[in-house]
């Protein structure tokens, strides 16, 4: 296998956790991470108590494993069941998860919620481009930073 191959294989490897509740946005996030050639793995949850699952072993994903962990989780704040700052709160209260780079992408523009966010450990804030051309170039600088230039802590590398 060449370098570039070993390269996309590994880029590929690399599990993107979306939590996102608005069917619309997880359409548009999906569409803008294809079109940037972003060939992750994406695993969708739909509320803050699924992505909690998944990222637990629990409900629904009861038997995953737990090795495997997303290279970075893309959370929406205005969520069902648990919203996406309980959600960051107990990512950052659990040592097998604590250490995961969680992007906040929402469409809040609310500097509380800005503040919250990084006072709860996100990694990053993002506000949803509007436009649909600029949230495009926005996925596409998040897959490139998130899934290329990033080094994560090797406690989340145990695939």
């Known amino acids: 296998m060449s370098n570039l191959q ?3 294989s590994n880029l590929k490897s690399k599990i993107i956790l979306l939590v996102e509740d608005n069917p619309d946005d997880e359409v548009l996030t999906l569409r803008a991470l294809r079109q940037n050639n972003i060939l992750n793995e994406v695993i969708v949850a739909r509320d803050g108590v699924e992505a ?3 990222l ?11 090795n495997v962990m997303p290279e970075v989780v893309l959370l ?3 969520l069902p069941k648990i919203d996406g700052f309980e ?15 969680v992007v906040i992408l929402t469409s809040s523009k609310e500097e509380k919620d800005m503040i919250n966010g990084y006072s709860l450990g996100a990694n990053s804030y993002i506000c949803k481009p509007v436009d649909f051309e600029k949230f495009i170039e926005a996925v596409r600088q998040l897959g490139l930073y998130w899934l290329v230039l990033n080094e994560t802590p090797p406690i989340i590398r145990r695939s």
């Open 52 to 54: 909690l699952d998944y």
């Open 6 to 8: 070993s390269t996309i």
């Open 87 to 101: 959600v960051l709160k107990r990512i950052r209260s659990d040592s097998r998860t604590k250490l995961l780079p």
């Open 76 to 78: 929406d704040l205005k």
């Open 56 to 66: 637990f072993g629990e409900g629904a994903y009861a038997g995953r494993n737990l």
